[in-house]
Protein backbone atom coordinates (compact mmCIF):
# COMPACT_ATOMS: atom_id res chain seq x y z
CA UNK A 1 0.00 0.00 0.00
CA UNK A 2 0.89 3.51 -0.70
CA UNK A 3 2.64 5.42 2.25
CA UNK A 4 -0.05 8.59 3.08
CA UNK A 5 2.51 10.60 5.34
CA UNK A 6 5.53 12.55 4.71
CA UNK A 7 8.93 12.06 4.78
CA UNK A 8 8.29 7.74 3.45
CA UNK A 9 7.44 8.19 0.29
CA UNK A 10 5.01 10.89 -1.94
CA UNK A 11 1.37 11.48 -0.81
CA UNK A 12 -1.25 9.70 -2.84
CA UNK A 13 -4.08 11.58 -4.72
CA UNK A 14 -6.32 9.40 -6.16
CA UNK A 15 -8.38 10.14 -9.07
CA UNK A 16 -11.92 8.27 -9.79
CA UNK A 17 -13.81 9.28 -12.72
CA UNK A 18 -16.54 8.23 -15.06
CA UNK A 19 -16.60 9.57 -19.03
CA UNK A 20 -18.44 7.79 -21.27
CA UNK A 21 -17.17 10.04 -24.57
CA UNK A 22 -13.89 11.31 -23.33
CA UNK A 23 -14.88 14.89 -22.62
CA UNK A 24 -14.38 14.11 -18.92
CA UNK A 25 -11.40 12.11 -19.17
CA UNK A 26 -10.02 15.23 -20.68
CA UNK A 27 -10.65 16.84 -17.44
CA UNK A 28 -9.66 14.37 -14.95
CA UNK A 29 -6.01 14.43 -17.19
CA UNK A 30 -5.83 18.08 -16.52
CA UNK A 31 -6.49 17.16 -12.62
CA UNK A 32 -3.57 14.76 -12.51
CA UNK A 33 -1.22 17.36 -14.26
CA UNK A 34 -2.37 19.91 -11.39
CA UNK A 35 -1.80 16.68 -8.82
CA UNK A 36 2.03 16.19 -10.17
CA UNK A 37 2.87 20.24 -10.15
CA UNK A 38 3.31 19.41 -6.55
CA UNK A 39 6.38 18.23 -4.93
CA UNK A 40 6.04 15.15 -2.69
CA UNK A 41 2.69 14.42 -4.68
CA UNK A 42 1.75 11.24 -6.55
CA UNK A 43 -1.37 10.95 -8.44
CA UNK A 44 -3.55 7.98 -9.41
CA UNK A 45 -6.27 8.01 -11.98
CA UNK A 46 -8.67 5.60 -11.95
CA UNK A 47 -11.58 5.23 -14.38
CA UNK A 48 -14.67 3.65 -12.60
CA UNK A 49 -14.60 0.65 -14.68
CA UNK A 50 -11.54 -0.37 -12.89
CA UNK A 51 -12.26 0.74 -9.35
CA UNK A 52 -12.56 -3.00 -8.56
CA UNK A 53 -9.05 -3.78 -8.92
CA UNK A 54 -8.53 -0.43 -6.61
CA UNK A 55 -10.08 -0.28 -3.58
CA UNK A 56 -6.95 -0.99 -1.73
CA UNK A 57 -5.25 2.05 -3.26
CA UNK A 58 -8.12 4.33 -2.58
CA UNK A 59 -7.62 3.51 0.84
CA UNK A 60 -3.95 3.84 0.98
CA UNK A 61 -4.70 7.80 -0.57
CA UNK A 62 -4.54 11.01 1.41
CA UNK A 63 -6.97 12.07 -0.60
CA UNK A 64 -9.56 11.46 -3.09
CA UNK A 65 -11.11 13.28 -6.54
CA UNK A 66 -14.19 12.61 -8.05
CA UNK A 67 -15.46 13.44 -11.51
CA UNK A 68 -18.11 12.37 -13.44
CA UNK A 69 -19.81 14.05 -16.29
CA UNK A 70 -23.41 15.85 -15.44
CA UNK A 71 -25.75 13.51 -17.11
CA UNK A 72 -29.30 14.48 -16.51
CA UNK A 73 -28.79 16.82 -13.92
CA UNK A 74 -26.53 14.99 -12.03
CA UNK A 75 -24.00 12.00 -11.82
CA UNK A 76 -23.80 9.52 -14.40
CA UNK A 77 -25.22 6.24 -13.78
CA UNK A 78 -21.70 4.28 -13.91
CA UNK A 79 -20.25 7.07 -11.72
CA UNK A 80 -23.48 6.20 -9.47
CA UNK A 81 -22.64 2.77 -9.52
CA UNK A 82 -19.75 3.45 -7.73
CA UNK A 83 -20.66 6.04 -5.35
CA UNK A 84 -22.98 3.11 -4.08
CA UNK A 85 -20.13 0.36 -4.22
CA UNK A 86 -18.59 2.52 -1.46
CA UNK A 87 -21.54 1.36 1.14
CA UNK A 88 -20.05 -2.70 0.88
CA UNK A 89 -16.31 -1.82 -0.24
CA UNK A 90 -15.68 0.97 2.22
CA UNK A 91 -18.76 2.26 4.71
CA UNK A 92 -19.76 -1.18 6.00
CA UNK A 93 -15.83 -2.21 7.02
CA UNK A 94 -15.13 0.73 9.07
CA UNK A 95 -15.54 4.20 7.39
CA UNK A 96 -12.18 3.47 5.37
CA UNK A 97 -12.12 7.11 3.63
CA UNK A 98 -12.31 9.03 7.02
CA UNK A 99 -10.62 11.83 7.62
CA UNK A 100 -9.52 11.71 3.77
CA UNK A 101 -9.80 15.05 1.81
CA UNK A 102 -12.38 15.04 -0.87
CA UNK A 103 -12.96 17.35 -3.75
CA UNK A 104 -14.82 17.15 -7.27
CA UNK A 105 -15.20 17.98 -10.74
CA UNK A 106 -18.34 17.63 -13.47
CA UNK A 107 -18.05 18.43 -17.25
CA UNK A 108 -21.64 18.92 -19.19
CA UNK A 109 -22.75 20.04 -22.84
CA UNK A 110 -24.45 23.35 -22.03
CA UNK A 111 -22.59 26.50 -19.90
CA UNK A 112 -24.59 25.89 -16.53
CA UNK A 113 -26.19 22.43 -17.81
CA UNK A 114 -27.08 21.91 -13.89
CA UNK A 115 -23.57 21.06 -12.90
CA UNK A 116 -23.99 22.46 -9.60
CA UNK A 117 -26.59 19.63 -8.55
CA UNK A 118 -23.79 17.14 -9.62
CA UNK A 119 -20.88 19.09 -7.44
CA UNK A 120 -23.62 18.97 -4.32
CA UNK A 121 -23.96 14.97 -4.91
CA UNK A 122 -20.18 14.73 -4.62
CA UNK A 123 -20.10 16.84 -1.85
CA UNK A 124 -22.58 14.95 0.12
CA UNK A 125 -21.13 11.67 -1.08
CA UNK A 126 -17.65 13.08 0.52
CA UNK A 127 -19.71 14.21 3.70
CA UNK A 128 -21.20 10.71 4.31
CA UNK A 129 -17.85 9.34 4.37
CA UNK A 130 -16.79 11.49 6.89
CA UNK A 131 -14.26 13.67 4.88
CA UNK A 132 -13.39 16.96 4.25
CA UNK A 133 -14.30 18.51 1.09
CA UNK A 134 -11.74 20.76 -0.51
CA UNK A 135 -13.38 23.86 -2.39
CA UNK A 136 -11.96 25.09 -5.75
CA UNK A 137 -10.64 28.88 -4.22
CA UNK A 138 -10.31 30.25 -7.74
CA UNK A 139 -12.13 33.49 -8.32
CA UNK A 140 -14.94 33.38 -11.20
CA UNK A 141 -13.69 34.49 -14.66
CA UNK A 142 -15.46 35.65 -17.53
CA UNK A 143 -18.03 37.74 -15.34
CA UNK A 144 -16.80 41.47 -16.49
CA UNK A 145 -16.45 43.34 -19.45
CA UNK A 146 -12.62 42.73 -19.45
CA UNK A 147 -13.18 39.10 -19.14
CA UNK A 148 -13.69 35.95 -21.58
CA UNK A 149 -14.11 32.72 -22.00
CA UNK A 150 -10.65 32.22 -21.65
CA UNK A 151 -10.58 33.01 -18.04
CA UNK A 152 -9.67 29.93 -15.43
CA UNK A 153 -12.89 29.26 -14.03
CA UNK A 154 -14.81 30.81 -16.87
CA UNK A 155 -18.16 28.98 -15.35
CA UNK A 156 -17.83 30.45 -11.61
CA UNK A 157 -18.39 27.63 -9.83
CA UNK A 158 -16.83 27.41 -5.85
CA UNK A 159 -17.55 23.85 -4.79
CA UNK A 160 -15.40 22.34 -7.47
CA UNK A 161 -14.25 22.66 -11.23
CA UNK A 162 -16.64 22.65 -13.76
CA UNK A 163 -16.03 22.54 -17.66
CA UNK A 164 -18.21 22.24 -20.66
CA UNK A 165 -18.30 20.63 -23.83
CA UNK A 166 -19.63 21.62 -27.12
CA UNK A 167 -21.69 18.58 -28.22
CA UNK A 168 -20.95 18.91 -31.84
CA UNK A 169 -16.90 18.38 -30.57
CA UNK A 170 -15.14 15.24 -29.41
CA UNK A 171 -12.50 15.17 -26.65
CA UNK A 172 -9.72 16.20 -28.95
CA UNK A 173 -11.41 19.97 -29.26
CA UNK A 174 -13.49 19.62 -25.88
CA UNK A 175 -13.35 20.95 -22.96
CA UNK A 176 -11.64 24.54 -23.86
CA UNK A 177 -8.22 24.75 -22.53
CA UNK A 178 -10.07 27.53 -19.90
CA UNK A 179 -11.46 24.46 -18.24
CA UNK A 180 -8.75 22.34 -18.76
CA UNK A 181 -6.35 24.95 -16.44
CA UNK A 182 -9.35 25.25 -13.72
CA UNK A 183 -9.32 21.46 -13.31
CA UNK A 184 -5.35 21.48 -13.23
CA UNK A 185 -5.77 24.36 -10.58
CA UNK A 186 -7.80 22.16 -9.18
CA UNK A 187 -5.21 19.04 -8.47
CA UNK A 188 -2.91 21.62 -7.57
CA UNK A 189 -4.78 22.52 -4.72
CA UNK A 190 -5.81 19.30 -2.85
CA UNK A 191 -2.41 17.79 -3.61
CA UNK A 192 -1.06 21.44 -1.64
CA UNK A 193 -3.83 20.89 0.90
CA UNK A 194 -3.24 17.09 1.33
CA UNK A 195 0.86 17.76 2.02
CA UNK A 196 -0.36 20.05 4.77
CA UNK A 197 -2.66 17.43 6.34
CA UNK A 198 0.10 14.81 6.33
CA UNK A 199 2.44 17.19 8.01
CA UNK A 200 0.05 18.43 10.35
CA UNK A 201 -0.63 14.46 11.33
CA UNK A 202 2.86 14.04 11.19
CA UNK A 203 3.77 16.64 13.50
CA UNK A 204 0.98 16.50 15.67
CA UNK A 205 1.68 12.77 16.00
CA UNK A 206 6.29 13.56 16.95
CA UNK A 207 4.50 15.99 19.43
CA UNK A 208 2.66 13.18 21.40
CA UNK A 209 5.42 10.52 21.34
CA UNK A 210 7.70 13.48 22.68
CA UNK A 211 5.20 14.26 25.78
CA UNK A 212 5.39 10.30 26.31
C1 LIG B 1 -27.73 10.83 -20.99
C2 LIG B 1 -27.12 12.19 -21.09
C3 LIG B 1 -27.58 13.19 -20.27
C4 LIG B 1 -27.01 14.46 -20.33
N1 LIG B 1 -27.46 15.43 -19.48
C5 LIG B 1 -26.88 16.65 -19.49
C6 LIG B 1 -27.27 17.64 -18.55
O1 LIG B 1 -28.08 17.43 -17.66
N2 LIG B 1 -26.70 18.87 -18.66
C7 LIG B 1 -25.79 19.18 -19.65
O2 LIG B 1 -25.34 20.30 -19.71
N3 LIG B 1 -25.35 18.22 -20.51
C8 LIG B 1 -25.87 16.97 -20.44
N4 LIG B 1 -25.42 15.99 -21.29
C9 LIG B 1 -24.25 16.27 -22.15
C10 LIG B 1 -22.98 15.70 -21.53
O3 LIG B 1 -22.81 16.15 -20.20
C11 LIG B 1 -21.75 16.10 -22.35
O4 LIG B 1 -21.87 15.59 -23.66
C12 LIG B 1 -20.44 15.66 -21.73
O5 LIG B 1 -19.36 16.29 -22.42
C13 LIG B 1 -20.24 14.16 -21.78
O6 LIG B 1 -19.08 13.83 -21.04
P1 LIG B 1 -18.22 12.53 -21.37
O7 LIG B 1 -17.67 12.69 -22.76
O8 LIG B 1 -17.14 12.51 -20.36
O9 LIG B 1 -19.13 11.34 -21.24
C14 LIG B 1 -25.97 14.73 -21.25
C15 LIG B 1 -25.51 13.70 -22.09
C16 LIG B 1 -26.07 12.44 -22.00
C17 LIG B 1 -25.53 11.34 -22.88
New binding site residues.
Partial sequence: MQNIGTGRGNTLIAIVY??????????AEAVRSGVEDVDGAEALLVPVESVDQNWDRLTGAEALIFGT??????A?AAFKAFQEATSGAVMSKGYLWKDKLAAGFT?????????LSTLIQLALFAAQHGMHWVNLDLPPGNNSASGSDADPNRLGFWLGAG???N?DEG?DT??PDSDLATARHLGQRVAKTALQFARGRDAASAAVRAAS
Fill in positions: HSAYGHTRRQPTYMGASNSGAHAGDKAQSTPAP
